[in-house]
C-alpha cells in the first residue's frame, strides 16, 4: 500500500511562509494525484491543492489561490507545498493525500468522494 509522510509545519507569524513536504512509498501510479488538505479545530476537513502526477496540472481552494504553489519531485515521490503570505485562518492540520482512478487527477482528488491514501498530518499554526 501507498504510505505518505508529511512534513515541514510549525509556527509562523502572519504574512510568514512555511512549505510543506509530502514523501510516498509504496505502490505507485503514473496516472493518479497528489494534494493536500486541511482540518482546523472545529471544522471540517477542507480541500486545499492539488497536482496530477502526469502532467503537473493542478488546482486551487479559492482562499489560496496567489498565495500557494504545490509542485511535485517525480525523482523523490515527493509533493510539496509552498506557503507565502500566511494567515491566522490558515492554521489548521494540513494532510497529504493521494488518489487514482476517479481521484485521479488534480480536481478529481479534490472534488470526488471515494478512496484516498492519506498521511498523518502535520501542523500548521499562524499567530496574529
Known amino acids: 500500500q501507498v504510505q505518505l509522510i508529511e512534513s515541514g509545519g510549525g509556527l509562523v507569524q502572519a504574512g510568514g511562509s512555511l512549505r510543506l513536504s509530502c514523501a510516498a512509498s509504496?505502490?505507485?501510479?503514473?496516472?493518479?494525484?497528489m494534494g493536500w488538505f486541511r482540518q482546523a479545530p472545529g471544522k471540517e476537513r477542507e480541500f486545499v491543492a492539488s497536482i496530477s502526477w502526469s502532467d503537473r496540472s493542478t488546482y486551487y481552494t479559492d482562499s489560496v489561490k496567489g498565495r500557494f504553489t504545490i509542485s511535485r519531485d517525480s525523482a523523490r515521490d515527493t509533493v510539496y507545498l509552498q506557503m507565502n503570505s500566511l494567515k491566522p485562518e490558515d492554521t489548521a492540520v494540513y494532510y497529504c493525500a493521494a488518489g487514482s482512478g476517479s481521484r485521479g487527477t488534480a480536481y478529481a482528488l479534490g472534488h470526488n468522494s471515494g478512496m484516498a491514501y492519506w498521511g498523518k498530518g502535520t501542523l500548521v499554526t499562524v499567530s496574529s
Open positions: 509504496g505502490r505507485t501510479f503514473s496516472n493518479y494525484a
